[in-house]
């Protein structure tokens, strides 16, 4: 009714109305008509011609190609679709070297669906170097297809920029914000904003209020300027017009210094003006829809950025890569044709499926019959055949395992050339390499006595990956932590560590544990764990005060479970809780916090260390050690400890599990041996003897402890790629360990 009103219309109606004007006379003193490129005619295109006809006016169709001669086909076969367009690459290389000003042509039908991997693979031909030098654009190749203009860098950036100024962010959304170049700051403020997001990480959840992230910002005072603008703009509530939008969301991104203080290079510029035309076209949405609000107009504006197909403008000459439509119309000296065996080209018919089948093809709709894809597929290939000097085709010999055969609508006038695909750059510099044996340079020893970052985990890393702890402890290298929803394990662990702390402060032994009350020792733990839930990140919004509350509850259960176990134990004494200590092991230093230290009633010392997680006393064995911070504390904190034990306060159970001397007496305690079920079995290093007292454990592991130490000083770090725990994941990059190919597990040596 608005377009009627306007008197306005759209593409779809436009050739009725003309059919109407076109039988009313209006274009009878018409000059003759001349149609180039149509292959195919919609019924209302037709009966627009159609009424021009009857009205006396020429209207013929062009077929430039067909004046020409047909060119000779020359058959290439290829193994893969990938070596095929590598061979097509090469092949457009080697012609532009012999003749620079060459017109070449390379048409790849499902450009569409591969149009970035082919732009890589001529990349790597034409320009090895585009990847360390950005020499992309000075190449001469145009890839005729374009990408939504929501996909560039720039777009990309300023659509992630309004999502986030709604008010509430998403990390992942907040951190690109934070990282991109194409704002204010973002290129020479790069290493603060990189710390800023590490402590973010820490301090913020996965999904958190701009309120709350700009109180993090304040050390980076520009970011927090440009916050402070999305927290403002967040504010704009009220619907609007879609032209005030527009206009908001352009007011927005010049506040933030969007698109950089960086000259854009030619891609970003075009694709920025391209920008400014989807702004005006929403706003023209104005003209249908009177008011909106602040999502409605933006989801409008993403969904209209992502339609619009971005295609910067390319050089003319050169290497011209496009689709079969694409290329109607083109003249070559040279033109490769690929994919043309007869199971990929052409592609099954495929009707509409919202249009009755029998009603396409008595309108002759396309794709509504086989036929007329056999049809079209033999006008494209005619037209190619017409327009170049020199035609050379090619085919994958298989796809997916399954063997294919030539296309019939390609003769070649010679015996098909089997071609292996041309190496790329880096291949061709791996196999011209020669192996060259490097001088030994090892690292610089620890200075005796340095402190050690991490306490004890530097002895963990080193007895599971020397590598991960030379990245982890000498170079600082530190895993990207992810935010989560709610609380994490380590949070969660605080907080049972401080409920325990608050609580064996008040009553350090059991005497004064029994001589509390049920309702005392809950009010304790409950206050301990209420301050510091408070503190936790988002904890004033309602969905962390749920969570909140539901995690006390579940705490003072667990904490409350563990003290009831803790008093069915005969008398003792917590000696320490949570203290810190500094100890020397070997060359290094390092500080370690020891949960708890309980005097028994025999004056004897046991070491106990809370986990909230998994635990493993076989951790601790000699002989494939990965927890040593138990072993440490009684090797250098508490030499003369009866026994270490975990105190297991978590889903998985309340109990205590460790290992000591014969005689303590302790639920869950075990010593050195081999009996079955009552005591433990480990063994000595690189040994399958068994460990048969506890003196001896404690020695052999003040052995392991320094040899672990030495190792680390002295810069051991060597490489396992068969153990899984050694340096993968986002440390991979500096281990290299995919370079060599597949990853071997133990499964598979």
């Known amino acids: 009714d608005g377009c009627r009103d306007r008197r306005q219309t759209d593409p779809e109606q436009l050739c009725g109305l003309l059919r109407r004007d076109a039988a009313a006379g209006i274009f009878d003193d018409l000059t003759p008509l001349l149609l180039c490129g149509f292959d195919h005619l919609v019924p209302v295109q037709q009966a627009f011609l159609d009424a021009l006809r009857q009205r006396g006016v020429t209207v013929t169709a062009s077929d430039d190609a067909a004046a020409r001669p047909a060119t000779a086909v020359s058959m290439r076969h290829c193994p893969d679709a990938n070596a095929e367009l590598r061979a097509a690459a090469d092949w457009a290389r080697q012609i532009l070297e012999a003749e620079p000003a060459a017109r070449i042509g390379v048409v790849v039908p499902d450009l569409s669906t591969r149009a970035a991997e082919v732009r890589r693979v001529f990349l790597d031909a034409l320009a090895p170097d585009w990847r360390l030098r950005d020499t992309s654009t ?16 720039v777009i ?26 194409w704002f204010a700051g973002g290129t020479g403020n790069a290493c603060r904003r990189a710390e800023l997001e590490l402590r973010l990480r820490d301090r913020l959840r996965i999904d958190f209020s701009l309120t709350d992230a700009l109180a993090e910002c304040r050390d980076e005072p520009e970011f927090a300027a440009l916050v402070n603008q999305l927290l403002e703009h967040s504010r704009q509530r009220q619907p609007r017009s879609m032209a005030q939008w527009a206009a908001a969301f352009a007011a927005l991104l010049q506040a933030i210094g969007w698109p950089g203080g960086d000259s854009l290079d030619s891609r970003s510029w075009q694709a920025l003006q391209s920008w400014h035309e989807v702004l005006r076209e ?11 609000s602040r999502g409605e107009a933006l989801a409008a504006l993403a969904t209209l950025s992502q339609q619009r197909l971005f295609q910067p403008e390319g050089r003319p000459d050169g290497v011209q890569v496009m689709g079969l439509l694409e290329a109607a119309g083109h003249r070559f000296k040279y033109l490769w044709v690929c994919g043309m065996a007869r199971e990929l080209w052409p592609a099954p018919a495929r009707p509409d499926a919202f249009v009755p089948l029998d009603l396409q093809r008595r309108l002759g709709m396309p794709d509504a019959t086989p036929a007329q894809a056999i049809a079209r597929a033999g ?24 063997p294919l055969s030539a296309s019939p609508f390609f003769a070649a006038t010679a015996a098909p050339q089997t071609v292996a695909g041309a190496a790329n750059w880096n291949e061709i510099m791996q196999a011209g390499g020669v192996t060259e044996l490097l001088q030994t340079d090892p690292p610089p ?45 380590r949070q969660r662990g605080n907080l049972t560590h401080q409920a325990l702390e608050a609580l064996y402060s008040a009553a350090p032994g059991r005497a004064q544990l029994a001589a509390m009350d049920v309702a005392q020792r809950e009010a ?72 708890r230290l309980d005097r028994l009633a025999d004056d004897a010392l046991l070491v106990i260390d809370y986990k909230t997680g998994r635990v493993n006393r076989q951790n601790w064995n000699p002989d494939k050690p990965r927890d040593l911070q138990l072993p440490l504390y009684v090797s250098c904190v508490v030499p003369d400890a009866a026994g270490v034990a975990f105190a297991q306060v978590s889903a998985r159970g309340i109990a205590y599990d460790g290992v000591g001397a014969a005689d303590i007496d302790v639920p869950g305690m075990r010593s050195p041996g081999s009996k079955p079920r009552t005591e433990v079995k480990f063994f000595y290093p690189r040994s399958k003897e068994v460990i048969v007292s506890w003196e001896a454990l404690r020695k052999v592991w003040a052995e392991l402890l320094a040899e672990l130490a030495a190792q680390f000083a002295d810069g051991d770090f060597r490489f396992d790629p068969l153990n899984p725990d050694s340096a993968r994941g986002q440390f991979a990059v500096l281990s290299r360990i995919y370079d060599g190919g597949p990853v071997l597990t133990e499964d598979d040596a």
């Open 156 to 181: 990309a950036a300023a659509l992630n920029a309004l999502r986030v100024a709604g008010g509430r962010a998403e990390f992942n959304e907040f951190s690109a914000l934070l990282r991109s170049r």
């Open 445 to 489: 020893p620890w200075p005796a006595g340095g402190k050690v970052a991490g306490g004890v985990s530097v002895l963990n890393l080193q007895a599971v990956s020397p590598l991960n702890a030379f990245i982890e402890r000498r170079l600082g290298a530190v895993e990207m932590p992810v935010p989560v929803t709610g609380i994490d394990a």
């Open 524 to 595: 304790l733990v409950r206050e301990s764990l209420r301050r510091q839930i408070a503190r936790l990140p988002g904890a004033d919004e309602a969905f962390m005060q749920a969570l909140g509350a539901a995690e006390l509850e579940l705490q003072v259960q667990r904490v409350l479970a563990f003290v009831a176990l803790d008093l069915t134990r005969a008398d003792f004494d917590v000696v320490e809780c949570e203290g810190a200590h500094s100890v020397s092991i070997g060359p290094l230093l390092l500080d370690l916090k020891l949960d």
């Open 282 to 292: 929403l706003a023209a949405g104005g003209m249908v829809l009177d008011s909106v």
């Open 379 to 402: 006008q494209q290939a005619e037209r190619l055949r017409h327009s170049t000097e020199q035609l050379v085709v090619s085919m994958p010999l298989q796809a997916d395992g399954e």
């Open 138 to 153: 000075g190449v001469a190749l145009n890839v005729s297809y374009g990408e939504p203009l929501a996909g560039v860098a």
